[in-house]
């Protein structure tokens, strides 16, 4: 797939001067609901309105959709406020019903970016529509999976693309609902700047509170907008209650954040000054949480050490592990005394935590 300008052409033809905003429920859930929210969204800066109407969901049992009904409520949403409407396919038939309902924005989910078939499938379906799609990245932190999924529909003569940020999946349990990894969404934007790449903070976090802070890390990262699950009654909804924010708190975040939209030559130089430093800070973040989880291990060898009632400090372990590092960090271009001072620091940290776990 060729770079090109025409990608981001729906985009830009907006003429916005704010991100692009894709907000409303996680699902659709009853008519009178869809629309409430659309009202209270319509005079806002929000661009599409947005309801699942077939949900995915990892166990069965939950809430599944509403189903092609919902599709109606979307189709009067457009026609009582204005608003351009937004929503999931998942596989042709979704697909067929989604464009004789005239929804504007479709997007492609978490769960269906990593099949290939279903990719196609939708590409097949989708082929040559005007409609903006919009791609969200596979459930796993796969580069190559996601920019396939944008080929397909790239080839199948979709002009109108996008992509959603909307997190990875970890066995591990963090902070995050799907963590960010920054980094592979840094990796999408220097390949295809001119794709158009929207942050979802909803399923990135699955906690309400933390919204703004990703929202703001997107923005500083150059991404193009957001999409906020919006819920006039978040704790009753019927998906994904804890992620979702009101309206107000909604029109709030798009006020406090800081959006950089001035186009003086300084302005450039504070937009690109922000992107580095928000890179920056991702990978700040990554050494203490990799920082973390050595000491940890740590931790379990003062255990062993202490059943075997073996020394603390072990020399040649600790020479090998050192010129190991010497060696890694002069093809990374990190001086010798800069290796030595940091895993000094970091063998003292690791000593002061076995000693507490022997003496205990
Ligand atoms: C959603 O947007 O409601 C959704 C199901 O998202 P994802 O595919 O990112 O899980
Ligand atoms: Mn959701």
Redesign the pocket.
């Known amino acids: 797939m060729e770079n090109n300008k025409q990608m981001r052409a729906w985009l830009d033809d907006l003429g916005l001067d704010h991100p692009l905003v894709i907000a409303g429920p ?1 699902s659709a859930e009853t008519e009178e609901q869809v629309l409430g929210i659309a009202n209270s969204l319509k005079d806002t800066d929000v661009n599409y309105y947005r309801a ?1 109407i077939w ?2 969901r990892t166990r069965p049992g939950n809430f599944e959709g509403v189903g092609a009904l919902g599709l109606k409520w979307l189709q009067k949403v457009k026609s009582e406020t204005g608003m351009k409407t937004a929503t ?1 396919v998942a596989n042709r038939a979704h697909v067929e019903l989604a464009l004789e309902h005239d929804i504007d924005l479709l997007w492609i ?3 269906s970016t990593v099949s290939p078939f279903i990719v196609q499938e939708i590409a097949d379906a989708l082929e040559g529509t005007d409609k903006v799609v919009l791609i ?1 990245n596979p459930v796993n932190p796969d580069l190559s999976l996601w920019l396939g999924a944008v080929e397909r529909l790239h080839t199948a003569n979709i002009k109108k693309l996008g992509v959603i940020h ?1 997190g990875f999946s970890t066995y591990e349990k963090t902070k995050y609902r799907n963590i960010p990894e920054w980094q592979l969404a840094i990796d999408l934007q220097t390949r295809f700047p001119d794709l158009p790449i929207i942050n ?1 903070p909803s ?1 990135i976090t699955g906690k309400r509170d933390m919204i703004f802070d990703v929202s703001q890390t997107a923005l500083d990262l150059n991404f193009d907008g957001l999409m906020i699950e919006t819920h006039s009654d978040p704790d009753n909804a019927w998906s ?1 209650a804890a992620q979702q924010v009101t309206p107000d708190t909604l029109i709030q975040i798009m006020r406090d954040l800081h959006v950089r939209k001035e186009s003086s030559p300084e302005a450039e130089f504070n937009r690109k000054l922000s992107n580095l430093r928000a890179q920056i800070d991702v990978i700040d973040n990554q050494l203490i949480d990799t920082l973390g989880k050595r000491m940890k291990i740590s931790d379990s060898i003062g255990v062993l050490k202490r059943k075997r009632n073996v020394a603390v400090l072990q020399s040649n372990r600790w020479n090998q592990i050192l010129g190991a590092m010497i060696l890694e960090g002069e093809s990374k271009g990190l001086s010798e005394e800069f290796i030595l001072k940091m895993f000094k620091a970091i063998h003292q940290e690791s000593i002061n935590h076995q000693e507490k776990i022997i003496n205990a």
């Open positions: 996680c699942g949900k995915p999931e989910g978490a769960r969200k909307r979802d399923h994904d």
